[in-house]
């Protein structure tokens, strides 16, 4: 990490998404301006899940932002787990509503209440929708695209006949974050189940994929939440079965929001500023004449040829050709995580040559013009994967499998924070006692991040208790 990535990783943060231009903040607190550049990231990552949805059969709807209260006290542990957080609309046209209205913090109630009246029979399953929208939770601490209070996300909701189905929907999707995120992203995730503190607010199992920043900290990058009959209890969703008989469904949902560009952000940014991934970066490709290119006509009209050939190949290309100087330029375009920098000047059309730099890499490299449309691709792919290699090197090294008491990783974090190192993430074994995974909250900081499916090393006593442990999981501070 750089000096200002290891003495103030927040300030550094801040400094590289302002730096980038990706937003700026608005009047109101706790809510931001997503610019061009940051909102395009968020398409690519709108593309990318809708492929994968679309590929499974589920399908885009809307629904509205404002939800009557009466729908939240339907469901008591939804109310209680999103009371804090709700901003309330009690007026309207001068005149005070006889109901209060919630800005909506998700729509499980809203579409609850449709799916009962959508679904009569088990012809009507299953019913799977997703939608895209921005919800508001009034965070008290906030940090832009990682907690605001408005942010975007997709929620997909559906409702199947048996648990089974509606199981195999909640990890199918879970599976699917998981592939995107490291994917698209190039950001490693750890999948697994929160444990009850830590599940969805009506949630009869919830499960997530945690990834882990150069900070050592987490961030929650997806989560999938199996909702039983709970919800269908709760909304009347029920359905004539095949046996003729009216019975409950059982509903899921899950979800990612733009706090995966802060991830993306944390995963790979560096003393330069950002580094993006080629597949989301907005701009892949930024040519740069260089040199008295002005007086020589013949330098733009290669850059416009090599331009449009790229964009033929599907790649988001732009000529800078603006009078600042090539210094400048470069900075610039280092700053904004431009994956690749073409450099063309006489020079280079003498030598019937471009420059390539790549955003990952120090050093230049010099390719024939013959071979640039065919050598671009290849590099870009190769930059995508060398970044989620690194990731996963970054992550391993933070790893800790072996602390086994509360205070080896009181020591641990101590430790860490004396050699100006970041605490990771611990695996520790827990004997599923809500009150002993609360101390170590109290005492540490570290919060439950989930139980992974795979994890490096089975626990076998629990890190607070000394008891035996029920389950094995990663702790770690969190954003």
């Known amino acids: 990490m750089s000096n200002l990535q290891k003495e103030d990783f927040s300030a550094w943060y801040i400094q590289t998404i302002k730096q980038a231009d990706l937003m700026d903040y608005s009047p109101v607190r706790g809510c931001i301006i997503f610019k061009p550049d940051a909102f395009e990231i968020w398409e690519h990552i709108q593309e990318a899940f809708n492929r994968r949805f679309k590929e499974?059969?589920?399908?885009n709807a809307y629904f509205p932002m404002l939800i009557p209260e009466s729908y939240f006290t339907k469901e008591k542990d939804h109310i209680e787990g999103f009371s804090p957080e709700l901003p309330w609309v009690t007026e309207a046209a001068g005149e005070e509503l006889e109901e209060r209205l919630a800005l909506r913090p998700t729509s499980e109630t809203m579409i609850g209440n449709a799916y009962a009246n959508w679904i009569q029979s088990y012809r009507d399953l299953p019913m799977e929708m997703n939608q895209w929208a921005n919800v508001f939770r009034w965070e008290k601490k906030t940090l832009p695209f990682l907690r605001t209070s408005e942010f975007l996300w997709?929620?997909?909701?559906?409702?199947?006949?048996?648990?089974?189905?509606?199981?195999?929907?909640?990890?199918?999707?879970?599976?699917?974050?998981?592939?995107?995120?490291?994917s698209l992203l190039a950001v490693p995730v750890y999948e697994g189940?929160?444990?009850?503190?830590?599940?969805?607010?009506?949630?009869?199992?919830?499960?997530?994929?945690?990834?882990?920043?150069?900070?050592?900290?987490?961030?929650?990058?997806?989560?999938?939440?199996?909702?039983?009959?709970?919800?269908?209890?709760?909304?009347?969703i029920k359905y004539l079965n095949r046996d003729n008989e009216h019975v409950y469904a059982h509903t899921t949902?899950?979800?990612?929001?733009?706090r995966l560009i802060g991830a993306l952000i944390m995963t790979h940014g560096d003393e330069q500023g950002l580094v993006l991934p080629p597949k989301v970066a907005s701009r892949q490709v930024v040519l740069v004449p260089v040199g008295p290119w002005k007086k020589n006509p013949e330098i733009m009209e290669k850059l416009s040829t090599l331009r449009d050939g790229l964009r033929?190949?599907?790649?988001?290309?732009?000529?800078?050709?603006?009078?600042?100087?090539?210094?400048?330029?470069f900075n610039e375009w280092e700053l904004k995580g431009v994956p690749m920098r073409i450099e063309f000047g006489p020079r280079d059309l003498k030598n019937d040559q471009v420059m390539i730099k790549m955003r990952d890499l120090s050093e230049k490299e010099s390719v024939p013009l013959d071979d640039v449309l065919s050598y671009i691709p290849t590099a870009l792919d190769n930059m995508q994967t060398r970044l989620l290699e690194k990731a996963r090197e970054n992550r391993k090294q933070h790893e800790y499998t072996h602390i086994n008491t509360l205070d080896e990783l009181k020591e641990h974090i101590e430790m860490k924070k004396a050699e100006g190192e970041v605490p990771g993430f611990v695996l520790a074994g827990w004997d599923g006692d809500p009150e002993t995974e609360a101390k170590i909250?109290?005492?540490?900081?570290?919060?439950?991040?989930?139980?992974?499916f795979d994890p490096p090393v089975k626990k076998e006593t629990c890190i607070v208790s000394g008891k035996p442990a029920q389950y094995t999981i990663w702790l770690a501070r969190a954003y």
């Not at 009506?202 to 999938?224: C, I, P, R």
């Not at 949902?253 to 733009?258: H, I, K, L, M």
């Not at 732009?318 to 210094?327: C, L, V, Y």
């Open 253 to 258: 949902s899950w979800g990612v929001s733009t």
């Open 441 to 452: 909250k109290e005492e540490t900081g570290f919060t439950t991040r989930n139980i992974p």
């Open 56 to 59: 499974e059969g589920i399908r």
């Open 193 to 236: 189940q929160k444990t009850p503190s830590e599940r969805f607010a009506g949630a009869v199992d919830t499960y997530s994929v945690e990834a882990m920043m150069k900070d050592g900290k987490a961030v929650q990058a997806g989560t999938s939440h199996f909702m039983g009959t709970k919800f269908a209890e709760a909304f009347d």
């Open 154 to 182: 997709q929620e997909g909701h559906t409702a199947h006949e048996t648990e089974e189905e509606a199981r195999h929907r909640t990890m199918r999707m879970l599976t699917i974050y998981q592939e995107v995120i490291e």
């Open 312 to 329: 033929e190949k599907g790649l988001r290309v732009i000529i800078d050709d603006s009078s600042n100087s090539p210094g400048f330029k």
